[in-house]
């Protein structure tokens, strides 16, 4: 199915928004406050599929693709995180809304603090599930396993060009598939048909390339990072049980902050413990 299918299966629409010089698409459905949802890597609004419904019973719920994601549109730059927070800010006003909620996963958290530090007036308070926004200490990150860090192999394979394009061609699955095997505690929770639908919004040149250059771009984040005062909004950290690295950031940088760590799951939270993803985001953005 494509994304207006999918969408419309969980009583969602899909649309699309011309922001800040791109071109967003986002999935939309529910009534109440504003809610956006900002996704990762290597999944697309897709990712959350099992909280779309219950959001939506209490929030406006907006599932954005991200600028070089699924069906947005892939330019050849903007994707360090300070001009994909101001997409998210101009979306946000396009869609006539002074403020939103904000929960982002992955390069989606990224993003979503990004929109904290550089458009705080947009944003009425933050979530951010299992990953901070890029810092000094990330050059420490080793090329060789260090437990108990994870083995990040993929944050220097996305700094090559072209040669990504080359070798996953065509081959996307594959990796999914493996990236799966290693973050998921139950395989079941991401199904062949979701797996399919990652593979396929990834598997072309110009889809790969724009998600290299969300990886490409971290020394730049970093440097912005520098500038950044810590946010002042009350900010929500959901992780996986064992995930230290989280709260070491939000300790750095947020001044009123709580997190919540997940059992049963491993990165792909909302994937694997939906229900609980559901109940904490309910209860902290009320």
Not at 48 to 72: C, E, Q, T, W, Y
Not at 194 to 212: H, L, M, V
Request: with cysteine.
């Amino acid at each position: 199915m494509n994304n207006a299918e999918l969408a419309k299966s969980l009583g969602f629409t899909s649309e699309h928004a011309d922001v800040n010089g791109t071109r967003l698409h986002y999935v939309t459905g529910g009534e109440g406050s504003p809610l956006v949802l900002l996704s990762g890597w290597p999944h697309t609004w897709w990712e959350f599929r099992k909280l779309l419904p219950p959001l939506a019973r209490n929030h406006r719920v907006i599932a954005v693709d991200l600028r070089g994601m699924g069906g947005s549109d892939k330019p050849e730059s903007g994707y360090d995180k300070k001009t994909m927070a101001r997409d998210i800010a101009e979306l946000i006003k396009a869609l006539g809304f002074d403020q939103a909620n904000i929960a982002g996963h992955d390069i989606g958290a990224m993003v979503a603090y990004s929109l904290a530090a550089n458009h705080p007036a947009v944003v009425s308070k933050l979530a951010l599930l299992e990953v901070p926004h890029p810092d000094e200490s990330w050059f420490g990150f080793t090329m060789l396993p260090q437990p108990p860090v994870p083995h990040l192999w993929w944050f220097a394979f996305n700094q090559l060009t072209e040669l990504p394009q080359v070798l996953l061609n065509g081959r996307y699955r594959a990796l999914i598939d493996h990236l799966c095997e290693g973050a998921l505690v139950n395989q079941a929770a991401i199904t062949d048909a979701d797996r399919q639908i990652y593979a396929e919004a990834y598997d072309s040149p110009d889809a790969i390339r724009a998600s290299n250059g969300w990886y490409q771009t971290f020394v730049q984040d970093i440097q912005d990072a520098k500038t950044y005062a810590p946010v002042s909004m009350p900010v929500l950290g959901l992780a996986a049980e064992g995930n230290a690295f989280l709260e070491v950031a939000l300790r750095k940088h947020s001044a009123d902050f709580q997190i919540h760590y997940i059992a049963g799951t491993g990165h792909y939270i909302a994937e694997e413990q939906p229900e609980a993803v559901v109940e904490h985001l309910l209860k902290f953005f009320g």
